[in-house]
């Protein structure tokens, strides 16, 4: 079992950014699928961006492609969402979610992780 705290959200201007971080706890994650999802009031969560391996694979949701970036760093444990260009419509709560490197999955399906956080708030201001 494996423990994430978000963190960093906040309320931003459009067209600002923020960087969000995950910190895990109770093993390494360096190796293992992780990603951010996100949910805004009244909708289903959404899929955001992920990354696997130790290179680093990544794959995004074509809403943030180009704005968005997801990276870890091994020696804190710890996973990120870059986030640049922010709009409105990326007004919601985001989620950070993993699942260790066994087994098939997909990236972008939610039912496939095992683990998440509690979320952390962000909002953009038009």
């Known amino acids: 079992q494996v423990q994430l705290v978000e963190s960093g959200g906040g309320l931003v201007q459009a067209g600002g950014s923020l960087r969000l971080s995950c910190t895990a706890s109770?093993?390494?994650?360096?190796?293992?699928?992780m990603g951010w999802f996100r949910q805004a009031p009244g909708k289903e969560r959404e899929f955001v961006g992920a990354?696997?391996?130790?290179?680093?694979?990544?794959d995004y949701a074509e809403s943030v492609k180009g704005r968005f970036s997801v990276s870890r760093d091994s020696a804190k444990n710890t996973l990120y969402l870059q986030m640049d260009g922010l709009k409105p419509e990326d007004t919601a709560v985001y989620y950070c979610?993993?699942?260790?490197?066994?087994?098939?999955?997909?990236?972008?399906?939610?039912?496939?992780?095992?683990?998440w956080g509690q979320g952390t708030q962000v909002t953009v201001s038009s």
């Open positions: 990354i696997v391996g130790w290179g680093s694979t990544t």
């Open positions: 979610a993993y699942r260790g490197q066994y087994g098939v999955m997909w990236l972008r399906n939610p039912d496939d992780y095992t683990d």
């Open positions: 109770g093993r390494a994650v360096d190796n293992d699928r």
